[in-house]
């Protein structure tokens, strides 16, 4: 049996003739239907329907890196602005200046009840300790320094070792204890 190992590189023109298929809406497998027609059959083409879909990727990666998600901060600090500053913002970049970490949460009153509720979210690259204590840390310090009565989740041992490390004074003060 003879193996020819087939070339995996897409060029240039390809890639372009992929991403322009893609955003006219083409599917995956017309895609390669349309450059094995160019190329004299699929099986000449050097490249299978996931290399394909890898160029699709490739390119939303690099708008998300480069502008998705700095369109994201700067809708975030615009609404922050046009509320007069109610919304509490943090990131954190890495030394390539990308998107770490992202922390915003804002005290809204419930008309009904009379009462402050806290609506947040954190988005993060990785879920190790250090990250956890760094959203951990990051909210107390929007919330005013006061510690949560209630914290709910879903028993992972990073996020406990950053709750544990983070508030185990406020545990002890509190008499708090943990529910399985």
Known sequence: MNLVQRERHVNTATRSLIKTLYGSGVRNCQVMNVIGNIHGGNDKVGFNVQHARNVLRDERKKKFEISDAQAGLDLLYRLNEESGSKYFIRTEVDEENRLKYLICNAICPIYQSHQSVIFGFALMRDEHASTFEWILRTWLEGV????????ITDHDQAMASAIAARWASFVEKYHLQEYK
Do not use: A, M, R, Y
């Open 144 to 151: 005013g320094n006061k510690p949560p009565l209630t914290i």
